[in-house]
């Protein structure tokens, strides 16, 4: 049987307040929410994405004036940066309070924090009046779900309620970002490109490959955001894997003859189109019984770097 749906906020609230597990819409994609208070409810959380408990989750606020529930010592970059960017798609990792389980943050002493940028979602979380900690709804290292169907289609057998909001606007999650002092590190690029971060820091650095061990923020790991069908990353010129039933994603132009199916995310090239759809394609694409995605590379700008990310890791896996 699979979680109900509802339009509802007031209902989603109330399954949320009860230790409840419910799927939420927001500009990026669904989140799997969860009181991140309630140790038991991030548990059942971890339980029902059969996630790794070294992983950490972000933490989502109705609005900045929450920030101090769950963060301390916030600087004043990380306050420019939440003035200016949300409600929206950027995660800023900051010290935390006691008050966040050890679990929220794999026990680090720090937690990402965020305002989405959803009207149904920043009601749900005033009537509950308590931080929700949200990774994506969807099985560990799969395809980020975009709308209230992939939920129901991937996890709605292990979770409460559904709270339909539509598609999601942006299509990729949140770009995450440590502040240090003046500086950022960029744990994960996402839904904001870095250019827009860029006129607030003396610098942006990535993370030392020590830092990279074990993830300090969602999405770091080598292998993520995978369909089951095997995904490759491919460029025009390239060997055709003959005898094979082949899938393209493209960014624009035309599928190439020998492709059983295509995904052509902009027909002018537009990144925004492209990033709004692009769990969407895969999604389809991984519905068609293929041998292989073959994936074209984005240009390295703007939201092209988030989408480029996510290839690397879903043909990783």
């Known amino acids: 049987m699979s979680a109900p749906m509802t339009r509802d906020p007031a209902v989603a609230a109330a399954c949320l307040v009860a230790g409840g597990l419910v799927a939420l819409p927001t500009e990026t994609v669904y989140g799997l929410g969860g009181n991140a208070l309630d140790p038991r409810a991030v548990a059942r959380i971890f339980e029902a994405k059969q996630r790794p408990f070294f992983d950490p989750l972000i933490v ?11 963060a301390q010592n916030v600087s004043p970059l990380a306050l420019r940066l939440a003035e200016k960017f949300w409600p929206g798609p950027l995660t800023l990792v900051l010290p935390r309070t006691s008050a966040v389980p050890d679990l929220v943050t794999s026990g680090l002493d720090t937690v990402g924090v965020r305002v989405p940028d959803h009207p149904l979602t920043r009601e749900v979380l005033r009537l509950a009046d ?12 799969r395809l980020s779900p975009t709308t209230a169907q992939h939920v129901a289609e991937q996890l709605g057998d292990r979770i409460d309620l559904i709270l339909d909001g539509g598609a999601c606007r942006v299509g ?68 055709w894997p003959e005898g094979r039933r082949v899938g393209q994603l493209l960014l624009s132009g035309t599928a190439d003859p020998r492709a059983a199916a295509c995904e052509v995310l ?37 939201l092209g770097v988030a989408l480029n990310d996510r290839l690397t890791r879903a043909a990783a896996s």
């Open 130 to 141: 308590c931080p929700i900690a949200a990774p994506s709804a969807n099985p560990f290292g």
């Open 60 to 70: 989502h606020l109705a609005d900045r004036s929450w920030l101090q529930r769950v």
């Open 266 to 302: 902009s027909a002018s090239g537009e990144l925004v189109e492209a990033a709004a759809g692009f769990f969407e394609a895969l999604h389809r694409l991984d519905a068609c019984g293929l041998d292989m995605i073959l994936a074209t590379p984005f240009p390295e700008r703007g």
């Open 172 to 239: 990729v999650e949140s770009t995450i970002v440590r502040v240090e002092g003046d500086s950022l590190i960029l744990l994960r690029p996402g839904g904001l490109p870095i250019e827009d971060l860029a006129p607030f820091a003396v610098r942006i650095e990535r993370p030392t490959t020590v830092e990279e061990q074990l993830p300090t923020a969602p999405g770091m790991l080598p292998q993520h955001y995978a369909p089951r069908t095997p995904v490759r990353l491919w460029k025009a010129g390239e060997t």
